[in-house]
């Protein structure tokens, strides 16, 4: 068992998702910008936009664990921006996190996944329907979900299961959105036996399940 690798391990949904993998006893990588704590999980330092970090954070978690059964990327930037209210270069900044960062993680990882015939990338998408009142995020989760299905076309037949976790509210514990009620998607869609999904969407009330 050579473990989960969580990128963009907040408070939130991120560490969520670091506790329910580590209850199954599964060893824990975290990425973040900022060094983190969570009992029983290993920290690595790397912003998700600066490739040679990300890469480099990776490679340790890899030499340290093994290729990672589960590949988490759960960064983004969340922020209210109407049509054209954001600069050319901050929504740059915002597909870099959203997306970009996702592309690199995920093709850094895949391939030793694929060579070994088993993995699991999951990422966690948003904006179900676009929102005029977020641009920059209802564009970077279209691209997730694009990516996904790109991973999957590319690594699906030699056995990674690439899917999105498709979060249609405000994360906060105690509410519909509690981050650690939306961790147990990605345990479902880690476990789950073919025929795969490809995204799951928590909307607080029925969860839709959507297969490739």
Do not use: C
């Given at each position: 068992?050579?473990?989960v690798?969580?990128?963009?391990?907040?408070?939130?949904?991120?560490?969520?998702?670091?506790?329910?993998?580590?209850?199954?006893?599964?060893?824990?990588?975290?990425?973040?910008?900022?060094?983190?704590?969570?009992p029983?999980?290993?920290?690595?330092?790397?912003?998700?936009?600066?490739?040679?970090a990300?890469r480099?954070a990776?490679?340790?978690?890899?030499?340290?664990?093994?290729?990672p059964?589960?590949?988490?990327?759960n960064?983004?930037?969340?922020q209210p921006?109407a049509?054209?209210?954001?600069?050319?270069?901050?929504?740059?900044?915002?597909w870099?996190v959203?997306?970009?960062?996702?592309?690199?993680?995920?093709?850094?990882?895949?391939?030793?996944?694929a060579?070994?015939?088993?993995?699991?990338?999951?990422?966690?998408?948003?904006?179900?329907?676009?929102?005029p009142?977020?641009?920059?995020?209802?564009?970077?989760?279209?691209?997730?979900?694009?990516l996904?299905?790109?991973?999957d076309?590319?690594y699906g037949?030699?056995g990674?299961?690439?899917?999105?976790?498709?979060?249609a509210?405000?994360?906060?514990?105690?509410t519909?959105?509690?981050?650690?009620?939306?961790a147990?998607?990605?345990?479902?869609?880690?476990?789950?036996?073919?025929?795969?999904?490809?995204?799951?969407?928590?909307d607080?009330?029925?969860?839709?399940?959507?297969?490739?």
């Open positions: 068992m050579s473990g690798v969580v990128i963009g391990a907040g408070p939130g949904i991120g560490q969520a998702v670091a506790r329910r993998f580590a209850r199954e006893g599964l060893p824990v990588a975290l990425v973040a910008r900022t060094e983190r704590t969570l029983g999980a290993r920290s690595f330092v790397a912003d998700s936009t600066d490739e040679h990300l480099e990776l490679d340790a978690a890899a030499a340290e664990f093994g290729t059964d589960v590949l988490v990327y960064a983004a930037i969340i921006d049509p054209g209210e954001l600069p050319a270069r901050a929504q740059l900044d915002a870099a959203n997306v970009v960062g996702a592309l690199t993680a995920a093709a850094h990882v895949a391939p030793a996944m060579a070994r015939g088993s993995g699991t990338i999951l990422v966690t998408g948003g904006m179900p329907e676009p929102d009142r977020y641009v920059s995020l209802s564009l970077g989760k279209a691209g997730v979900r694009t996904v299905a790109l991973l076309a590319q037949a030699a990674v299961h690439v899917a999105s976790v498709t979060v509210g405000p994360v906060a514990p105690g519909a959105f509690d981050p650690d009620d939306i147990e998607h990605y345990w479902a869609l880690h476990t789950q036996d073919r025929p795969w999904s490809l995204e799951v969407v928590h607080g009330r029925a969860n839709q399940w959507n297969a490739g």
